[in-house]
């Protein structure tokens, strides 16, 4: 029998008060129960009890309201409608039962039931909802575990394709290689850990390739060389006659599986040494992993390829490891239609053996996937709409695109995408996935029911989910890719050259080649000079999101600097109304312009806050909004004092302070009484003044407020002001 304190909550719904009581009796030692002898009854219980019912027993046939009307209201409400509903029914009606479940029924159950039974299906019920629940949980942990792992990983790598861009010896540049290389490798595993629940489910599929087999056995010789000389034991690679010179198939799942066991074998042995001999026929290649370490005890062979299974675990406590490895690995070689078997002598070392098909590959398509500058391409007659509610990264990518001679229309909504995309032919239109009101996928399933051309319309998901599955979400709402933010040049270099008219496309020349300029021939700036003095921004990973291209990076810091306190305002007071909905899209919004700048550890902090907010733990945005707010404030202080007050502040004379109090006290009233014409003329009246640049960006944006008919962001700029 269940304690009171683990009692599920059960709402049983039915007019009739004998069926009322005894269904009570029933479940009253194992649930607790809440009677309820209509639909009004059951929503007045659901106002009033928390933590939500985790089940609702309904019966169909009810007067004033029955049950099938009474679904409809709770699937329409945002609160209830993740409740699952089971019908209670008399009549054994096909029709009627499938109308039910197709209003979100989970199950009927027909009276008169016996205790048993009802008892085992609400119970199998329960489970399921407690699976899907951790399913849920799981998802959303691996998401927020994502970009934990890819920020300092994307870090890495950002570094290094920098490095490879500066004048270093060969040697220095086989170090910056070897990194990269290993930078690249470890970020396809950690992809690939984070969405083991797609392996478990077998919806993980290999990407084959065409790819250059010695250039592949060279790099993660190299890998492993360095990890063995570090350990102090030998490596040895070997080789049995002509290997084939190019293979077609899953080179970044092939290279996991045997950096993995490779890395295993010299992570356990500590005298001796670690080979790795490889050999092909002509169907298959085989690779086998020799190492003069632990061993394994036999009866711990067969589990080895069990998920979170490692033998010898005390013994081997000081050994890093999850246990996931060698599941992945066996479930990538299975899935290459290959074998993986492990043979070892307890205390003399282990052999892994591992055999995939042979496919030849193309020596053309190899090199092609191995060039290491992609041609950059311009196309000044490119029509291209940006959406995004932040005008921040509007001026990111539309700066971004501007380096291919792009002159990009915006918008700063769905709704305004809609009208602009019927009003112009453009090529592609990158839009933006969460927007208040009305997001990125509603967006474009409305451009796409407009028929016709819109079906075909490339539209780009701009987002900061780069989690795996965000693709395939994409896709599957009529999508035609995404690009993550930060945007990355090189992606968007590819998506252009992807998806633009070949007619509007222009390939430059090495010398003119757009994405490389300028990286390792960098000039003395001293307004870059005093921005690398800032604590919270790292300007080499800020420089590499605008392909090192300093003046479009020092604007973008100098947009960011001016929006930064009334976007603080409006996080404020989102939070003060408890609105966390569009505290979650406005703090995204920050998360992602901190991260294009290089503010990395205030983006993280942004990010933690987004994820609260998305959980609806109202207390813990709260408690730690301020945190990031006293930041921003700081970090906006720091940049300001960087840049020189403009030409445009400096032509006007001084404003009076008296002057500005009053005005903005009249501009208020204006906001409180929806007076947007009167708002703008008092604005535009102390524009007409200098202020200081902040005092005047703010004055700006609440103009623009008023001139959207926005008098609630208006009144939050104005009060920042004052």
Same mark, same amino acid.
């Given at each position: 029998?269940?304690?009171?304190?683990?009692?599920?909550?059960?709402?049983?719904?039915?007019?009739?008060?004998?069926?009322?009581?005894?269904?009570?009796?029933?479940?009253?030692?194992?649930?607790?129960?809440?009677?309820?002898?209509?639909?009004?009854?059951?929503?007045?219980?659901?106002?009033n009890v928390s933590p939500l019912p985790?089940?609702?027993?309904?019966?169909?046939?009810?007067?004033?309201?029955?049950?099938?009307?009474?679904?409809?209201?709770?699937?329409?409400?945002?609160?209830?409608?993740?409740?699952?509903?089971i019908f209670l029914t008399v009549k054994?009606?096909?029709?009627?039962?499938?109308?039910?479940?197709?209003?979100?029924?989970?199950?009927?159950?027909?009276?008169?039931?016996?205790?048993?039974?009802?008892?085992?299906? !609400?119970?199998?019920?329960?489970?399921?909802?407690?699976?899907?629940?951790?399913?849920?949980?799981?998802?959303?942990?691996?998401? %927020?575990?994502?970009?934990?792992?890819?920020?300092?990983?994307? #870090?890495?790598?950002?570094?290094?394709?920098?490095?490879?861009?500066?004048?270093?010896?060969?040697? /220095?540049?086989?170090?910056?290689?070897?990194?990269?290389?290993?930078?690249?490798?470890?970020?396809?595993?950690?992809?690939?850990?984070?969405?083991?629940?797609?392996?478990?489910?077998?919806?993980?599929?290999?990407?084959?390739?065409?790819?250059?087999?010695?250039?592949?056995?060279?790099?993660?010789?190299?890998?492993?060389?360095?990890?063995?000389?570090?350990?102090? !034991?030998?490596?040895?690679?070997?080789?049995?006659?002509?290997?084939?010179?190019?293979?077609? %198939?899953?080179? +970044?799942?092939?290279?996991?599986?045997?950096?993995?066991?490779c890395g295993n074998a010299v992570k356990?042995?500590?005298?001796?040494?670690?080979?790795?001999?490889?050999?092909?026929?002509?169907?298959?290649?085989?690779?086998?992993?020799?190492?003069?370490?632990?061993?394994?005890?036999?009866?711990?062979?067969?589990?080895?390829?069990?998920?979170?299974?490692?033998?010898?675990?005390?013994?081997?406590?000081?050994?890093?490891?999850?246990?996931?490895?060698?599941?992945?690995?066996?479930?990538?070689?299975?899935?290459?239609?290959?074998?993986?078997?492990?043979?070892?002598?307890?205390?003399?070392?282990?052999?892994?053996?591992?055999?995939?098909?042979?496919?030849?590959? /193309?020596? /053309?398509?190899?090199?092609?996937? !191995?060039?290491?500058?992609?041609?950059?391409?311009?196309?000044?007659?490119?029509?291209?709409?940006?959406?995004?509610?932040?005008?921040?990264?509007?001026?990111?990518?539309?700066?971004?695109?501007?380096?291919?001679?792009?002159?990009?229309?915006?918008?700063?909504?769905?709704?305004?995408?809609?009208?602009?995309?019927?009003?112009?032919?453009?090529?592609?239109?990158?839009?933006?996935?969460?927007?208040?009101?009305?997001?990125?996928?509603?967006?474009?399933? +409305?451009?796409?029911?407009?028929?016709?051309?819109?079906?075909?319309?490339?539209?780009?998901?701009?987002?900061?989910?780069?989690?795996?599955?965000?693709?395939?979400?994409?896709?599957?709402?009529?999508?035609?890719?995404?690009?993550?933010?930060?945007?990355?040049?090189?992606?968007?270099?590819?998506?252009?050259?992807?998806?633009?008219?070949?007619?509007?496309?222009?390939?430059?020349?090495?010398?003119?080649?757009?994405?490389?300029?300028?990286?390792?021939?960098?000039?003395?700036?001293?307004?870059?000079?005093?921005?690398?003095?800032?604590?919270?921004?790292?300007?080499?990973? %800020?420089?590499?999101?605008?392909?090192?291209?300093?003046?479009?990076?020092?604007?973008?810091?100098?947009?960011?600097?001016?929006?930064?306190?009334?976007?603080?305002?409006?996080?404020?007071?989102?939070?003060?109304?408890?609105?966390?909905?569009?505290?979650?899209?406005?703090?995204?919004?920050?998360?992602?312009?901190? #991260?294009?700048?290089?503010?990395?550890?205030?983006?993280?902090?942004?990010?933690?806050?987004?994820?609260?907010?998305?959980?609806?733990?109202?207390?813990?945005?709260?408690?730690?909004?301020?945190?990031?707010?006293?930041?921003? +404030?700081?970090?906006?202080?720091?940049?300001?004092?960087?840049?020189?007050?403009?030409?445009?502040?400096?032509?006007?004379?001084?404003?009076?302070?008296?002057?500005?109090?009053?005005? !903005?006290?009249?501009?208020?009233?204006?906001?409180?009484?929806?007076?947007?014409?009167?708002?703008?003329?008092?604005?535009?009246?102390?524009?007409?003044?200098?202020? %200081?640049?902040?005092?005047?960006?703010?004055?700006?944006?609440?103009?623009?407020?008023?001139?959207?008919?926005?008098?609630?962001?208006?009144?939050?700029?104005?009060?920042?002001?004052?």
């Amino acid at each position: 029998m269940n304690t009171n304190e683990n009692r599920s909550k059960i709402v049983l719904v039915d007019d009739n008060i004998t069926n009322l009581e005894i269904g009570r009796d029933m479940l009253r030692d194992y649930y607790e129960v809440y009677p309820a002898d209509s639909a009004e009854k059951l929503f007045e219980i659901l106002e009033n009890v928390s933590p939500l019912p985790k089940l609702i027993l309904l019966d169909v046939k009810m007067p004033e309201m029955n049950g099938f009307e009474a679904i409809k209201i709770l699937k329409a409400n945002s609160r209830f409608q993740e409740i699952p509903v089971i019908f209670l029914t008399v009549k054994n009606d096909e029709e009627s039962e499938l109308e039910g479940l197709s209003l979100g029924a989970i199950d009927y159950i027909h009276k008169p039931f016996s205790a048993p039974l009802l008892l085992k299906r !609400i119970e199998n019920h329960l489970e399921k909802r407690q699976s899907d629940e951790a399913s849920r949980f799981k998802s959303s942990f691996l998401a %927020g575990m994502s970009h934990e792992i890819r920020t300092p990983m994307n #870090a890495i790598i950002g570094m290094t394709e920098l490095l490879l861009h500066e004048p270093l010896n060969a040697h /220095q540049m086989g170090f910056v290689n070897d990194i990269h290389a290993s930078a690249h490798s470890l970020l396809s595993i950690i992809n690939d850990i984070l969405d083991l629940s797609k392996i478990e489910t077998g919806k993980l599929e290999l990407i084959p390739v065409n790819y250059d087999f010695h250039l592949f056995t060279g790099n993660i010789v190299s890998m492993i060389t360095y990890l063995a000389e570090k350990k102090g !034991i030998d490596f040895k690679f070997e080789q049995d006659g002509e290997l084939p010179a190019y293979l077609y %198939g899953d080179e +970044i799942r092939l290279k996991q599986v045997l950096v993995n066991i490779c890395g295993n074998a010299v992570k356990f042995t500590d005298r001796g040494g670690v080979c790795l001999y490889v050999s092909a026929s002509e169907n298959t290649v085989k690779f086998e992993i020799t190492d003069t370490g632990k061993g394994i005890r036999k009866e711990d062979i067969p589990k080895l390829f069990d998920v979170y299974e490692q033998s010898d675990t005390l013994r081997n406590r000081a050994v890093v490891g999850t246990g996931l490895g060698l599941a992945i690995c066996k479930s990538f070689v299975e899935m290459m239609n290959g074998e993986i078997k492990a043979d070892s002598v307890k205390g003399h070392g282990s052999v892994f053996t591992i055999t995939v098909p042979l496919v030849p590959g /193309q020596k /053309q398509e190899a090199e092609n996937n !191995i060039q290491s500058k992609e041609k950059s391409i311009i196309a000044p007659a490119a029509d291209i709409l940006v959406v995004d509610d932040n005008e921040f990264n509007l001026k990111v990518a539309s700066g971004l695109l501007g380096l291919h001679k792009i002159k990009a229309q915006t918008a700063l909504s769905g709704k305004e995408a809609i009208e602009l995309v019927q009003k112009y032919d453009f090529d592609i239109v990158f839009m933006d996935h969460m927007m208040p009101h009305m997001d990125g996928v509603q967006a474009t399933d +409305i451009i796409r029911k407009l028929g016709g051309k819109y079906r075909l319309l490339p539209i780009i998901a701009l987002t900061a989910n780069t989690v795996k599955g965000a693709r395939e979400m994409f896709l599957s709402h009529g999508l035609n890719g995404f690009i993550g933010k930060p945007i990355d040049t090189s992606e968007l270099n590819k998506i252009l050259t992807e998806w633009l008219p070949p007619e509007k496309l222009t390939e430059l020349s090495e010398s003119e080649n757009l994405l490389y300029k300028n990286k390792s021939e960098r000039l003395e700036n001293n307004l870059l000079d005093s921005i690398s003095k800032i604590k919270e921004i790292n300007v080499e990973i %800020g420089l590499k999101r605008f392909s090192g291209i300093e003046e479009l990076y020092l604007d973008t810091l100098k947009n960011f600097c001016l929006a930064l306190l009334p976007k603080c305002s409006k996080m404020q007071t989102f939070i003060d109304n408890e609105d966390l909905s569009n505290f979650a899209i406005a703090v995204h919004g920050m998360k992602s312009e901190l #991260a294009t700048i290089g503010a990395m550890r205030l983006s993280e902090i942004a990010f933690k806050l987004e994820s609260a907010a998305k959980n609806k733990e109202g207390e813990a945005c709260a408690a730690q909004y301020p945190v990031l707010k006293n930041n921003l +404030i700081q970090l906006q202080e720091q940049i300001s004092a960087v840049f020189p007050i403009s030409e445009e502040t400096t032509d006007k004379p001084q404003g009076n302070q008296a002057f500005l109090n009053e005005k !903005i006290k009249a501009a208020l009233t204006a906001a409180d009484d929806f007076d947007t014409d009167s708002g703008a003329e008092i604005i535009n009246s102390l524009l007409a003044y200098s202020y %200081g640049e902040t005092i005047n960006a703010l004055l700006a944006e609440a103009l623009t407020a008023f001139k959207n008919f926005n008098c609630d962001d208006a009144a939050v700029v104005l009060k920042q002001i004052n």
